[in-house]
């Protein structure tokens, strides 16, 4: 955006009370990732030079969870909560210096989408408000307009009759030159019945300037803004809805999508096949022509080509299935990579694990990687055969073409080639459990 530079200035710091929690509104989860994330991911798709985000309510924590989604956004704090103008007022001196558009945008409005963004960003008036039909108005302000552009912006409570008539309303998401709204934010006042700083009040000032003020309009969908765990939910839902539609139109195979449920950031490759019952959590990537089969959880995995997983497996942060790999049912990996035509059919936890090439893994098999206190890692090479119920003693490796008998305890390494058996000497004891359970039963009787 080096010829247009933007900047982006999202409004974070409401205690949201409506939520009933002691979370900060905008750390709640929608499409697995806070809501906050959902302004930072979209924000990110004009390439702003700068991308800042005003923390009130929960300060700390919105901090530590901007850090993890967008380390490069900065932080500033609005210690008492006096308004949305107040809010962007925190951000100037993040913007001492820049000069080109500043769009204000909400960390509680997740829907607002790529295309009217770049419509802010690229219109040529001084200042410009989103704006949409509404449905229902309601309670929301009315956008006044004329061949001029916008003329101002009406609240609910002080308009007469016509005016609450007009279906154009006031998204709040405002984008304005930022030389415009150093001059401007100084001179709003909190002379209202709130007591507050409004940033709606910049288009009157603007206009008294002399200054191009208009309206760039969205659907109402994109519009919504979350305040309860009802919204909450119905923002769920639609994102849900949105989500499924999208995968099916990229050519993936939801065998019946209003039972799969996606992330934020999942990606999925064309003619993959996702079962019944599959949740991606975040970080999920699938190329083409996978299959994911019902009742599987995934999370921060990447899956290749040609795999298939499931049903019933788990796959969490870290796990790489290369291509061709299948992963069965029961089977838990995390932390760990696969390599191309790993076969682990069931009933398996691989964790903190390499396995090489067409290695197989039986099943009961489990990666002991943890002694209590640190985790540790096991390395098998290619072509190896774990035999069932085999435990791997972290740390340890299996070399290429090794072998090891069911039931073995790995507690060292074992050569390339080499058959592995750590078991006790099998002993039988004739007739022994005939009089055993004779004995039980007898004092089962005695009782």
Known sequence: MADNPV????????????????????LHRLGGAPLVGHALA???????????????????QVTKAVGKIDPDARIVLQAEQLGTGHAVRQALPELEGFEGKVIVLYGDTPFIGEDTLAALASHPSDLVVLGFEAEDPGRYGRLIVSGRGLERIVEYKDADSATRDIALCNSGVMALEASLLRQLIVR?????????????????????EGRSTDVVTC??????????????????????????????????????????????????????????????????????GAEILPFC??????????????????LRPGAELGGDVHVGNFVEIKNSVLD????????????????????????GTVTCNYDGVMKHRTDIGARAFIGSDTMLVAPVRVGDDAMTGSGSVITADVPAGALALG?????NKPGLATRLMEALRAKKESR
């Open 423 to 427: 078991r006790a000497r099998q002993e």
């Open 297 to 314: 959880h995934l999370e921060g995995c990447h899956i290749s080509s040609g795999a298939t997983v499931g049903p019933f497996a788990r």
């Open 42 to 60: 979209v924000a990110r798709t004009l390439e702003p030079e700068q991308v800042i985000v005003v923390a009130g309510h929960g300060a700390d």
């Open 219 to 288: 659907d109402e969908s994109e519009t919504l803004g979350i305040n309860t765990r009802a919204e909450l939910a119905g923002a769920e839902a639609a994102f849900q809805d949105r989500a499924r539609r999208q995968a099916l139109e990229n050519g993936v195979t939801l065998c019946d999508p209003a039972t799969v449920w996606f992330a934020l950031d999942t990606v999925i490759g064309r003619d993959t096949v996702i079962g019944q019952n599959v949740v991606f959590g975040p970080g999920v990537t699938v190329e083409s």
């Open 188 to 208: 709003l006042t909190n002379e209202n019945a709130s007591g507050e700083y409004y940033l709606t009040d910049l288009v009157a000032l603007a206009r008294a």
């Open 340 to 363: 191309e035509g790993v076969k682990v059919g069931h009933l398996t936890y691989l964790g903190d694990a390499h396995v090489g090439e067409r290695t197989n893994i039986g099943a």
């Open 7 to 26: 900047a982006i200035v999202i409004l974070a710091a409401g205690q949201g009370s409506r939520m009933q929690s002691d979370l900060p509104k905008v």
